[in-house]
């Protein structure tokens, strides 16, 4: 299956841990990259390859990945993570799949 | 530096062709390894991946979409060319390129600003 699934939403309080996953049939065979989008902006890489950090994004973000769960995981949440986050799956035959997108909100 | 930017009509009407244009910069489309794809959004709605053009002129598009879509590529221009044929309203949205290095991240790892399209008679 081609589909990616993601939660709506997450909610978390300044200073938490926020875990967004992604879940999908053909991930245990794939790369997933993760993107944070801010309303108005272009999408920013945070995560590729599971989970190695591009330079530039802060170390609080990290991704892991097991079995068909992806995972992002921002450690000590701060005020400007609040965004929409996409993880992004590529399969065998080159196509290309994001999830429907999780809204992080720091309460 | 790297930099991406798309630029096209910012109004269609319903049954013409768009045809939107990403001219890159700082690095080579013809370089081994280097793809451009084209996603868009829907305002409000997930982002959605249209298509993808590697180095050596491979393209792969959007299954459900094959039928309107092409992506071509002028490296001398370092420009990357989508058209999207017999367009409708769900075609409105903002469209964005990025650069892909499959050789290195395996993602979009340089993105345009956007470029926002409205399908309207």
């Known amino acids: 299956s081609d589909e990616v699934t993601q939660p709506p939403s997450v909610s978390v309080s300044p200073g938490q841990m926020a875990r967004i996953t992604c879940s999908g049939d053909g991930l245990p065979q794939q790369y997933t990259s993760w993107y944070q989008q801010h309303p108005g902006q272009a999408p920013l890489l945070v995560i590729f390859?599971?989970?190695e950090r591009p330079s530039g994004i802060p170390a609080r973000f990290s991704g892991s990945s097991s079995g068909t769960t992806a995972t992002l995981t921002i450690t000590g949440v701060q005020a400007e993570d609040e965004a929409d986050y996409f993880c992004?799956?590529?399969?065998?035959?080159?196509?290309?799949?994001f999830g429907g997108g999780t809204k992080l909100s720091v309460l | 530096q790297v930099a991406l930017r798309e630029s096209g009509p910012a109004l269609v009407r319903p049954t013409e062709t768009l045809t939107l244009t990403c001219t890159v910069s700082g690095f080579s489309l013809s370089a081994t390894g280097m793809c451009v794809i084209w996603v868009r959004q829907a305002p409000g709605k997930a982002l959605e991946w249209l298509a993808r053009i590697d180095w050596d002129d491979v393209k792969i598009l959007k299954t459900s979409l094959r039928s309107r879509l092409t992506v071509s590529k002028d490296d001398s221009k370092n420009q990357v060319v989508l058209t999207l044929a017999t367009v409708g309203p769900v075609d409105s949205g903002t469209y964005y390129c990025?650069?892909?290095?499959?050789?290195?991240?395996?993602?979009?790892?340089?993105w345009g600003q956007g470029v926002q399209v409205t399908v309207s008679s």
């Open positions: 992004l799956t590529t399969d065998s035959s080159a196509t290309s799949f």
């Open positions: 990025a650069r892909m290095p499959v050789t290195d991240s395996y993602a979009f790892d340089f």
């Open positions: 390859k599971n989970n």
